[in-house]
């Protein structure tokens, strides 16, 4: 347990440090991405966890919720922040798509790597493709309410 513990403060120190790359002028673009995944995830999670498909024996605040604070609400949403900074507007359909996949990818193998040697999260009636799925499902939803969010505001969503 304590190595799990270990592992998430090591997570919390990574996540916190990736905001530092945000640049100034995309600091709106950030937060509406992260609340965005926020509240998708919050609503998702919950579901996942109600229905058994997936258990977080080791997590933080674990009376007050059975779904991963520390994934769920902070860690998903800062790294969707962190797509939706750096989205390859300039590039083509097929850029862009394979941008969507190493996101997914590197999230899904990491997950798949902490289910199998740690206690933080339990596949029940899960596979790593849900996630991979899911994924990208809610990152193309964030990237949708983005564009509209910001339409006619910035020229960053050409």
């Known amino acids: ?69 520390s994934y769920e609400y902070f860690f998903y949403p800062i790294i969707c922040s962190i797509f939706n900074v750096f989205y390859p507007n300039d590039h083509n359909k097929i850029i862009k798509f394979l941008y969507y996949c190493s996101f997914c990818t590197v999230l899904t193998v990491s997950e798949v790597i902490f289910e199998k040697y740690t206690k933080l999260i339990t596949y029940v009636h899960w596979t790593w493709y849900f996630t991979w799925m899911s994924l990208f499902l809610t990152f193309m939803a964030t990237r949708w309410f983005c564009i509209w969010f910001f339409k006619g505001i910035s020229q960053e969503f050409d």
Do not use: C, D, H
């Open 1 to 69: 347990m304590r190595n799990e513990v270990f592992i998430l403060i090591i997570l919390w120190i990574i996540a916190i440090g990736f905001v530092f790359i945000i640049p100034k002028n995309k600091w709106r673009l950030a937060v509406v991405a992260f609340l965005f995944k926020q509240a998708i995830t919050w609503v998702t999670g919950l579901i996942v966890i109600e229905f058994g498909l997936i258990s977080y024996p080791v997590r933080f605040f674990p009376e007050v919720n059975r779904s991963s604070f």
